[in-house]
C-alpha cells in the first residue's frame, strides 16, 4: 500500500480523565489540586471507584481501600458519589462537543466519539477540531473537566491513541505511524485483549503489538478462531470501524451488593423486590414485555441460589412481583451478600397479543400510573408493600457502556449545584 493509499483520518474519540474526580473538583473548589478519592458509600471497608491525578500520583487507583489509599495518600479527601451529578455533566459535556462535530457515539458515561467530516481529515484541521471541542467543553462544564483526545483513521484507534498522553492530552495517530508508535507496547495493552488471549498470542511469539501488526490476516484469524482475527488485523491498519450487527436487547436487570441489614433472607427479598421494580419501570420505559425471570443470590462463603420462572408475556409490576414470589425459596440459615434480578425472553410491545382472559391493559395502566407519580415523586412514592423494608435499597449507579436516563426517576438525590465531601477524612 503506497503512502497516497493510506486510510484517512476520520474518527476523533474523546476520554474524560478521571471523571467523577474530575466533576466533584469541578463543582468544589476546595477539592481541586488536591488528592480526592470517590468512594461508593461513607464507610471504611469500602474502595475508591474513582481517584484524581492528584491521588493517582501517590499510587490510589480505582478499587484501591480507604485504608490503603489513606496509608498511601494521608492528605487524601474521600468523596461519596453522588452519580446524578455525573449524569447530569456527562449531558453537559455531549451539548459540549456538539457544538463542534456531531456526536457519532456515546461509548460510557466518560467516552464519546465524533466523525470528521470531509475537510477535517488532514491532521492539522483534526487538532484544530480537537482543540475546539477542549476549549469548549472548558467553557461549559468548567476548567477542572479535562479530556484526552484521539484522532486517527478508526475510532478504535482513536480511542488507544487516547491512552498515549494523559491526562489532558491530544494525539494524532495517522495509519502510517501505528506500528513505530505502538510498536513497543505489550499486547494486552490495546484495547480488547485480556489476560487470555494474551496467553494465547504468546504461544505464538507474539508478545508486542509490532509482532502483533507483522502477522498475516491468515494468522490472526487462525488465532482468533474467524472474523475476530480479520477485524484485528484491518484495524490496526486504520481500516474502515467494524460496526456491530444491530440486536435486538436480549435483557434487562439489576443487581446489588447487600448493605450489612440487608443480609438476611427477609432483607433479600425485600431487596430482590426493589430490584424487579426498578427492572420492570425501564422494561415499559424500553416499550418492552418480559416472558422469563431470572434471580440469582450470591452467599457470604462462596455458594449462591438461583431461579428461573417461565410466564406469559408480562409487563406490569403486580404480576411480575406474583412470578417472583412464586419463584422465591431462598432458603433460612443463610447469609446472602448480593441479588440479581434479570427479565428476558423480551417480546416489543407491539407483538404482545391481548389477553383473552383478563380486561386488557388493566394491570398496564396501573403501572404505567405508578410510573408517572414514581417520575414525579420520586420511586418511594407508590411502590410495593413487600419492598418496604428495602425501599431505599439498591440506588442508581452507572454500570460500565451505559448511561441511566434521568428522566426514570429512582431516588432523592440532595443537589445545591455544588460538590460535597463526605464526612470520612484523612
Known amino acids: 500500500m503506497g503512502y497516497h493509499d493510506l486510510p484517512p483520518l476520520r474518527a476523533l474519540f474523546l476520554d474524560l480523565n478521571s471523571f467523577y474526580a474530575s466533576v466533584e473538583q469541578q463543582l468544589n473548589p476546595d477539592l481541586r489540586g488536591k488528592p480526592v478519592g470517590v468512594i461508593p458509600v461513607e464507610a471504611e471497608g469500602t474502595c475508591c471507584i474513582a481517584a484524581s491525578y492528584e491521588a493517582k500520583a501517590k499510587g490510589v487507583r480505582t478499587g484501591t481501600g480507604v485504608r490503603e489509599a489513606r496509608q498511601l495518600c494521608p492528605d487524601i479527601r474521600f468523596v461519596t458519589a453522588v452519580h446524578r451529578r455525573y449524569i447530569e455533566m456527562h449531558h453537559k459535556i455531549i451539548e459540549a462537543v456538539e457544538q463542534c462535530a456531531p456526536v457519532w457515539g456515546v461509548h460510557s458515561i466518560d467516552e464519546m466519539s465524533a466523525r470528521l467530516s470531509l475537510d477535517e481529515r488532514t491532521p492539522e484541521r483534526a487538532a484544530k477540531l480537537a482543540r475546539g471541542v477542549k476549549q469548549e467543553i472548558y467553557a461549559r462544564a468548567g476548567e477542572w473537566m479535562r479530556c484526552s483526545v484521539g484522532v486517527a483513521p478508526n475510532r478504535w484507534l482513536a480511542k488507544v491513541a487516547t491512552g498515549m498522553q494523559k491526562p489532558d492530552g491530544l494525539v494524532v495517530l495517522e495509519a502510517k505511524d501505528v506500528r513505530d508508535r505502538l510498536g513497543a507496547w505489550e499486547v494486552d495493552e490495546l484495547c480488547g485483549i485480556a489476560s487470555s488471549m494474551k496467553r494465547r498470542l504468546a504461544a505464538r511469539g507474539i508478545l508486542t503489538v509490532a509482532d502483533l501488526y507483522d502477522r498475516p490476516e491468515r494468522e490472526l484469524r487462525e488465532i482468533w478462531g474467524g472474523l475476530p482475527g480479520a477485524r484485528w488485523y484491518h484495524q490496526l491498519r486504520g481500516g474502515p470501524d467494524w460496526y456491530d450487527v444491530p440486536t435486538?436487547?436480549?435483557?434487562?436487570?439489576?443487581?446489588?451488593?447487600?448493605?450489612?441489614?440487608?443480609?438476611?433472607?427477609?432483607?433479600?427479598?425485600?431487596?430482590?423486590?426493589?430490584?424487579?421494580?426498578?427492572?420492570?419501570?425501564?422494561?415499559?420505559?424500553?416499550?418492552?414485555?418480559?416472558?422469563?425471570?431470572?434471580?440469582?443470590?450470591?452467599?457470604?462463603?462462596?455458594?449462591?441460589?438461583?431461579?428461573?420462572?417461565?410466564?406469559?408475556?408480562?409487563?406490569?409490576?403486580?404480576?411480575?412481583?406474583?412470578?417472583?414470589?412464586?419463584?422465591?425459596?431462598?432458603?433460612?440459615?443463610?447469609?446472602?451478600?448480593?441479588?440479581?434480578?434479570?427479565?428476558?425472553?423480551?417480546?416489543?410491545?407491539?407483538?404482545?397479543?391481548?389477553?383473552?382472559?383478563?380486561?386488557?391493559?388493566?394491570?398496564?395502566?396501573?403501572?404505567?400510573?405508578?410510573?408517572?407519580?414514581?417520575?414525579?415523586?420520586?420511586?418511594?412514592?407508590?411502590?410495593?408493600?413487600?419492598?418496604?423494608?428495602?425501599?431505599?435499597?439498591?440506588?442508581?449507579?452507572?454500570?460500565?457502556?451505559?448511561v441511566p436516563d434521568l428522566a426514570l426517576k429512582d431516588e432523592e438525590e440532595p443537589w445545591d449545584g455544588k460538590g460535597r465531601a463526605g464526612s470520612l477524612r484523612a
Not at 425501564?282 to 428461573?308: C, D, I, K, N
Not at 407519580?373 to 407508590?382: E, I
Open 248 to 402: 435486538r436487547r436480549g435483557m434487562i436487570g439489576h443487581q446489588h451488593v447487600f448493605a450489612p441489614k440487608y443480609r438476611t433472607p427477609e432483607g433479600a427479598r425485600a431487596v430482590a423486590v426493589r430490584l424487579l421494580q426498578k427492572a420492570a419501570i425501564r422494561l415499559r420505559a424500553m416499550g418492552y414485555h418480559a416472558t422469563q425471570l431470572s434471580v440469582s443470590v450470591r452467599l457470604e462463603g462462596g455458594g449462591h441460589w438461583e431461579a428461573f420462572e417461565r410466564f406469559e408475556p408480562a409487563r406490569d409490576v403486580l404480576t411480575l412481583q406474583r412470578v417472583l414470589v412464586r419463584a422465591w425459596s431462598l432458603p433460612d440459615g443463610v447469609t446472602p451478600v448480593q441479588a440479581m434480578v434479570v427479565f428476558t425472553g423480551l417480546v416489543p410491545d407491539a407483538q404482545v397479543p391481548e389477553s383473552l382472559w383478563t380486561e386488557p391493559g388493566r394491570l398496564d395502566r396501573l403501572s404505567d400510573a405508578i410510573d408517572r407519580l414514581t417520575s414525579k415523586h420520586g420511586h418511594a412514592a407508590v411502590y410495593c408493600g413487600s419492598m418496604h423494608a428495602a425501599k431505599h435499597a439498591a440506588p442508581r449507579r452507572i454500570a460500565f457502556g451505559t
